[in-house]
């Protein structure tokens, strides 16, 4: 787990964050009805690497002997989780479609996820989405020095609970700097005096996955896509923060 202990650590980390964000506003226009995953895929890829930056999915391994992730984006669809890939499945009016973007920049990493409605969606879907984006911000507000980590994910689930959906238990955010996954683990539940304290100078990932149906989730045969065991559907936003004496600080955003 690496701590910030200086103005310029910060401003790298948000120089990552800002091309992550950067990434998002290029594809945004292309995750419409009838585009095609792998070529969203392609565009986050030429945009990533025309800032300078590296991408940090593609060829990833979580353990041994795992197919590498074939993708620079994830996306998954519907009642996917996470994790899923970005092939040349074709979007549908009413899908929704999280897409999560890791890349390096100047030895910094960034990290961000958001969920985006193609075309138009059911009422129940757009719900769903917004309580996720909604959980997001509940948990970074409860990052705050002194705090246990617990407290986060104390915060995401009962907001979301109190909206009727479920928060995944098995997957969660993490500390993130020079490596894109460092310690502390965050889960996305309570108690909130689970976990080490938050200490200024943390940079962490909060990511929320919430679905309507069940928290119960399944990995798919391509031993990366991980989807809802009753195929209910799923939400996640994700942003990267630093912990600061003034509260949290989001990194994952444009420059104003």
């Known amino acids: ?116 409605i193609v075309g138009k969606a059911e009422k129940e879907t757009a719900r769903l989405v917004e309580t996720a984006r909604q959980s997001l911000f509940k948990g970074i507000h409860a990052a705050v020095a002194g705090q246990p980590i617990g407290a986060i994910g104390e915060a995401i689930q009962q907001f979301a609970e109190s909206k009727g959906y479920s928060v995944v238990r098995e997957y969660g955010g993490h500390g993130i700097g020079r490596e894109l996954w460092e310690e502390p683990f965050i889960p996305h539940i309570g108690p909130a005096s689970r976990g080490p304290r938050i200490k200024v100078g943390m940079v962490l990932n909060i990511e929320p996955m919430i679905n309507i149906g069940r928290a119960d989730t399944r990995l798919m045969p391509d031993e990366w896509t991980v989807e809802t065991a009753d195929r209910s559907l799923s939400a996640q936003f994700e942003h990267t923060i630093a912990i600061t004496d003034n509260g949290p600080d989001i990194l994952t955003v444009v420059k104003s």
């Open 1 to 116: 787990m690496i701590t910030i202990k200086n103005t310029h650590q910060i401003e790298s980390l948000r120089a990552a964050g800002w091309i992550v964000a950067e990434t998002f506003d290029v594809i945004a226009p292309l995750v419409k009805p009838g585009a095609v995953l792998a070529d969203i895929d392609c565009a986050a890829e030429d945009f990533i690497l025309s800032k300078g930056a590296e991408t940090l999915y593609k060829g990833i391994q979580q353990r041994p002997r795992q197919r590498p992730f074939p993708g620079v984006i994830t996306a998954s669809v519907n009642h996917e989780i996470c994790h899923g890939i970005p092939d040349g499945r074709v979007l549908k009016d009413g899908d929704i479609v999280g897409i999560d973007i890791g890349l390096k920049f100047k030895g910094w990493c960034g990290d961000a996820c958001k969920t985006f």
